[in-house]
């Protein structure tokens, strides 16, 4: 189950963070994140702090997508992302759709 907390988190998209297509496939993951890791680990770039930020980031998008359990809670949320966002464009045709219609019927009646 998801906790409701992580949902009010903004999404990561842990797919693009390791350069992976979403059906990666687990060896897909381990791969990306490795060759990730050599280039971006903090011993490899001791006077880039933004290494480190990168390399922190790569470790956590791959403990997530390693993670069956896990990798399915963000599948999930990407699902749930995009129905949202696509029900609520619907949502936005619609109210100018009646906006417009109610105009057009006030001009009627002038």
Same mark, same amino acid.
Request: proline letters at 4%.
């Given at each position: ?18 350069? $992976? ?9 381990? $791969? ?41 809670? $963000? ?36």
């Amino acid at each position: 189950m998801i906790n409701k907390q992580k949902n009010s988190e903004p999404l990561k998209d842990f797919y693009s963070i390791l350069g $992976v297509p979403k059906n990666a496939s687990e060896e897909g993951i381990k $791969v990306a994140f490795r060759k990730l890791a050599r280039k971006y680990h903090p011993d490899m770039n001791r006077d880039d702090p933004e290494a480190t930020f990168k390399f922190t980031e790569l470790a956590e998008a791959y403990r997530t997508l390693k993670s069956k359990e896990k990798r399915n809670e $963000v599948d999930a949320r990407i699902i749930s992302e995009f129905c949202r966002s696509f029900l609520g464009s619907i949502h936005e045709e619609e109210k100018h759709a009646r906006k417009t219609t109610s105009e057009f019927l006030r001009i009627l009646k002038e």
